[in-house]
């Protein structure tokens, strides 16, 4: 029998710097924490910093590169693997940032630093590893790097799930994470099984031009279809897959949660786009699906409808916070799922553009969480009385996080859901539309509790209502998500174009 | 009788499901773990025997590919389980509720 | 400023907030005096706009016309014509009066006149805003700090009270926001052709798409903004956020509540359903004719059920909101100019009412009706504050309130006979509960609790005489304000009614 390999030429890495300098800053910032002997806690940080700040130049350079040579279709990696276009530099950029703002509100975190916590510097050298694992999600054109891409970023969530080793609920946490991660997995893998062997295809145009062809049974296909979207739609946290991720959010440190709810998720879209709109549809703005037999663009719009509904109906009487905020990005991930089947360029930019701010908003929300359980050791609704007047500065910061989760101008929200309603309406998704509008009064009531604990409640007779002292780092890094979720809910022009363009410029 | 490929998928989706129901009866962590390794395998097998039916090596790859990551996947799920139980005393999935409402 | 009047007059306010967040939390008189300032620079502006406005155009005025959002073909394009100009007024001369007025507020007094100032720039942007995208934002902008200010400087429920408001109104609200995107899908722009959120584009319908021409699409497209506006007005059934809120919020929050925003409701009827959508107009007028008069009925009658006087003040406004609609529905000039001054006048009375509550709960902590009596020897001034308020709520002619409901009267009543009739008694039943209460609370034998209650006191009649002279004015020479408006709203009948 005679093999078809490729062999990859070696000097395609040269696009893939990013992801290669945050490899080597995990093994450096791994290795010195070894030297250091766990001690000198700085070192890992340090050095995680400085990887995530070279890696994002490069991103930035080979973006600016890509859009001066006027076109930024991508260039393949080892053979035909993995695509580095204009959608990959977008999300590379998104989780750079991202793991950047974790990284350094972690190091003000009790949660990874307290005392007797052990291994302070494997969760700097995790998270930039997850980085570059979810980079790859992003750039997967092909079954095995779209399957060994979320492998990674699986195995390695389920290690930073059960970071806190002495803490029960942190592992358990993290068995239910990988036991569920497992097995959704393998439900995706027998489904990439079946249609490998239905097109005898990996690389995901030759999968198209096999459908093209029209020799698949649609049947078969459907149920590839819907085993596939099961893995995927677990990543991402989508009603029915999504029993996992409020317990995994809130026995997990607060930071890891904090990635968790933005990047694999955002890694879990971009993997959809890619896989559902190269190989089912006919590229970014078909305006149809490829296999008129396979309705896929309404079994994700019911699921979209469900994951809203039922992550906002939950959050509603949810009185941890930190238990809130999962069952709110479940919430967000039924809206990103609506622009995901208009099968129109414009809906997959509004994704872009949401997972843009929700990156925003849901880390600043969650790092206030953390910045509060310092000093309350508690995540409770209950004991957030009265908190907004302890650090009013933050507490401002946090009823912007959460007025633009909410959706209410003028913060970025508000424009991230305009843009995805837009679109919809557009496509004439009446029914998605209306049932998406009245699921973001509903989750007013949720995030306002918040804002009610906060402000509004008078506090129980002797409740400490000193000023509270927040670490310097933490007030820069919340400004750094405030500022922008309130600048973008007003002028949005840049990024908008920046989503578009990296929706028009993903390669086949 | 010749062994076609029909066999092989059907050997495939016996092992599939009898993993799958495993997984959902079962409550001992160890044995869902196990579970779930016989679906990696019956998805070897479908990676396999197409790899063959289409003579592409793409399928071959696949299957290595899955076998470490199969490997990883039990190690780490494990080395958690191990922790558990120092503290609990038990695998059993139904006992670990610290995190229900 | 000449050039710019209206976004300074927006954005002053912001400016004056900004500067408040920087002021050390303790220097309370400082915060209070920039906020003062900070108020009464649109005013200035306001009485420039008075005297600068050109009468005798239906276009708008002091346009500014910017881009903001490119892609989305979103503008910065304010400006203003005869509907808007009294709002504008309205909404600058009650926002000084009721920083004066809130001068006694000592809880986090940064927070509360930072918070007021962000609220009043919005009002005047949903006022000036002529892009939808833009109007949205603004109409939606009050909601937090509205929502902050009852929530946190209010009465006992003051937290049901403020998350009810926020919800009734953001439901109503991303009604308007679906309508609003389906009108810019769905219209042109006719130099570029490209979608445009600019309103007059969107009022010409020759702009507007075939799909956007369907009957049964504008029917649902109108609705959609009716509920939207309906539940600021508040129309009867949407109007049980209002009692909770009015009751809860700080005086003067809620007379900027009952003075302004409840005006954007109707506001927004007249500048966006009724030119965009002029058939569905006409073909819900009954409908509007007869939620207006359940709402005169209804909320008199609500009225004189209550012992709380704030609750009874808050359901007058209910019915006052009801001559509005009814004025709006006749299509006449009569009716239409009436109702447009009747959401002026009921701005200027019903600040009255909430400021004379106002005082009476500042001293006594208590506004049940039934605890007083006999207040008018004690507090002959504030007696007299007061009862002129009331009559001017009740329509005693020679006061404000009677030229602005007679002219919706006469307005109507060729149009829907039966209706009118049946909405008169309103007039009945207001004047019902209007004596009762200062009967109750003025009149007869006097209880001793509140011998020692002092008479109103100065700043407080610094809020209450420029509201009382303007009340006057009005009911002797309307003029004014009618001038202002009149060839505007002539000039939308002959849109929508042809």
Not at chain 2, 1 to 6: K, R, S
Not at chain 3, 405 to 421: K, L, Q, S, W
Not at chain 3, 461 to 474: A, D, H, N, W
């Amino acid at each position: 029998m005679e093999l078809n390999l490729n062999i990859p030429s070696w000097s395609d890495l040269r696009f893939w710097l990013p992801e290669a300098i945050l490899c080597i800053t995990f093994l450096v910032a791994l290795l010195g924490d070894l030297v250091v002997r766990g001690r000198r806690t700085w070192v890992p940080f340090a050095v995680s910093v400085a990887g995530l700040i070279t890696a994002g130049a490069y991103a930035v350079a080979a973006m600016n590169h890509g859009l001066d040579a006027g076109q930024f279709q991508g260039h393949t990696i080892m053979g035909s693997l993995m695509i580095v276009d204009g959608m990959a530099g977008f999300f590379r950029l998104l989780f750079i940032f991202a793991s950047l703002v974790t990284v350094l509100f972690a190091w003000t975190s009790e949660e990874i630093m307290g005392k007797r916590r052990e291994n302070k510097g494997e969760f700097y050298a995790l998270t930039v590893l997850l980085t570059a694992a979810m980079m790859v999600m992003a750039e997967a054109r092909d079954l095995l790097m779209l399957f060994l891409s979320m492998e990674a970023v699986g195995l390695i969530s389920y290690v930073m799930a059960g970071y806190m080793r002495t803490s029960l609920r942190s592992s358990e946490a993290s068995l239910k994470y990988v036991l569920f991660g497992a097995v959704s997995s393998a439900i995706m893998l027998y489904g990439m099984s079946l249609l490998y062997g239905m097109t005898g295809a990996m690389e995901f145009d030759g999968i198209r031009n096999a459908l093209i062809s029209g020799t698949v049974d649609p049947f078969a296909l459907l149920v590839v279809v819907v085993l596939i979207l099961a893995g995927m739609s677990y990543k991402i946290a989508a009603v029915p897959f999504h029993y996992w991720c409020p317990d995994v959010y809130e026995g997990a440190p607060t930071p890891v949660s904090a990635i968790f709810s933005v990047g694999p998720k955002a890694a879990g879209f971009a993997l959809m786009i890619r896989f559902f709109y190269t190989t089912f549809a006919a590229g970014t703005d078909a305006g149809t699906q490829l296999v008129q037999d396979i309705n896929w663009p309404l079994l994700v719009a019911v699921m979209s409808v469900a994951t809203m509904t039922y992550g906002n109906l939950v959050a509603l009487r949810q009185t941890n916070v930190k238990r809130m905020l999962a069952y709110s990005s479940i919430a967000h991930v039924g809206y990103l799922l609506m622009g995901f089947v208009l099968l129109s360029s414009a809906g997959l930019a509004s994704i872009l553009f949401y997972l843009l701010v929700y990156t925003l908003m849901n880390l600043g929300a969650f790092f206030y969480v953390v910045a509060i359980n310092n000093h309350l050791k508690s995540e409770e609704l209950s004991d957030y009385v009265g908190i907004g007047f302890r650090a009013p500065w933050a507490g401002a910061m946090m009823v912007i996080f959460l007025a633009s989760l909410t959706g209410v101008p003028p913060f970025a929200g508000f424009v991230g859901k305009f843009y995805l309603f837009t679109a919809v309406l557009d496509k004439q998704w009446f029914w998605l539309a209306i049932v998406a509008a009245l699921n973001s009064v509903v989750s007013l009531y949720y995030y306002f509790k918040v804002v009610r604990a906060m402000f509004l409640s008078t506090p129980a007779e002797g409740t400490d209502m000193s000023p509270l002292k927040l670490h310097w780092l933490q007030y820069v890094v919340l400004a750094m998500l405030a500022i922008p979720t309130l600048a973008l809910g007003l002028f949005f022009e840049e990024f908008k174009g920046l989503a578009d363009m990296a929706i028009g410029m993903m390669g086949g | 009788m010749e062994i076609t490929l029909t066999h092989y998928l059907l050997l495939a989706a016996a092992i599939f499901v009898t993993g799958m129901v495993g997984f959902i009866v079962r409550r001992n962590a160890i044995v869902m773990l196990m579970c779930v390794e016989l679906m990696l395998s019956s998805v070897n097998i479908v990676f396999a025997a197409f790899s063959r039916f289409h003579l592409d090596g793409g399928g071959h790859v696949f299957v290595l590919m899955n076998f470490a990551v199969a490997a990883a996947e039990a190690a780490i799920g494990l080395a958690i389980l191990v922790e558990i139980f120092r503290r609990r005393r038990t695998v059993n999935v139904d006992d670990l509720k610290t995190l229900m409402e | 400023m000449g050039e710019h009047i209206l976004s300074w007059m927006t954005f002053f306010p912001v400016i004056g907030a900004a500067v408040i967040a920087f002021i050390p939390s303790e220097r309370k008189e400082v915060i209070k005096t920039v906020a003062a300032a900070a108020a009464a620079v649109p005013l200035i502006l306001a009485v420039q706009l008075f005297m600068t406005f050109d009468r005798t155009t239906a276009g708008f005025q002091f346009i500014e016309h910017y881009t903001w959002i490119k892609s989305f073909n979103i503008e910065y394009f304010m400006g203003i014509d005869g509907l808007s100009v009294p709002m504008v007024l309205l909404t600058a001369f009650l926002s000084f009066i009721c920083v004066i007025a809130s001068w006694g507020i000592n809880k986090s007094v940064k927070g509360y006149f930072a918070l007021f100032l962000i609220l009043e720039a919005g009002m005047f942007g949903v006022f000036c805003a002529l892009d939808f995208f833009l109007f949205y934002v603004f109409w939606e902008v009050m909601l937090l700090p509205m929502y902050f200010l009852i929530g946190i400087w209010g009465g006992p429920r003051r937290e049901y009270a403020a998350i009810k408001f926020f919800l009734y109104t953001l439901a109503g609200s991303v009604l308007m926001l679906l309508a609003m995107i389906a009108f810019y899908l769905h219209t042109s722009d006719p130099v570029t052709g490209g979608h445009t959120f600019n309103m007059l584009h969107m009022f010409d319908q020759a702009n507007h798409s075939e799909w956007l021409q369907g009957t049964n699409v504008r029917h649902v497209l109108w609705l959609a903004l009716f509920i939207g506006f309906a539940i600021k007005v508040p129309v009867f059934p949407f109007h049980t956020w209002l009692p909770d809120a009015h009751v809860e919020a700080p005086t003067a929050v809620s007379v900027i509540l009952a003075g302004v925003l409840l005006k954007m409701g109707t506001y927004g009827i007249l500048r966006i359903s009724y030119p965009m959508l002029p058939d569905q107009a006409l073909w819900f007028s009954y409908t509007l004719a007869l939620l207006g008069t359940i709402n005169i009925l209804y909320g008199a009658y609500c009225a004189m059920a209550q012992t709380d006087m704030k609750k009874l003040v808050a359901y007058s406004s209910v019915s006052h909101m009801g001559y509005v609609m009814l004025g709006m529905a006749a299509m006449t000039s009569a009716g239409i100019n009436g109702a447009v001054l009747q959401m002026f006048n009921h701005g200027t009375i019903t600040a009255m009412m909430f400021l004379c509550v106002g005082v009476v709960y500042d001293r006594a902590h208590t506004r049940e009706i039934n605890a007083f009596g006999g207040l008018g020897m004690q507090m002959p001034l504030y007696f007299s504050f007061f009862s002129f308020a009331l009559f001017a709520a009740l329509g005693l002619p020679g006061l404000s309130g009677f030229v602005s409901e007679a002219m919706i009267f006469m307005g109507v009543f060729p149009v829907y006979r039966t209706i009118t009739i049946i909405a008169a008694l309103g007039i009945i039943i207001g004047a019902a509960y209007v004596l009762w209460m200062l009967q109750r609370v003025f009149l007869g034998p006097k209880n001793e609790k509140w011998d020692s209650l002092p008479d109103i006191n100065a700043r407080e009649m610094f809020t209450l005489v420029p509201i009382g002279i303007l009340v006057l004015l009005l009911g002797v020479y309307p003029m004014p304000v009618l001038d202002l408006m009149k060839v505007t709203l002539n000039n939308l009948i002959k849109v929508v009614a042809g």
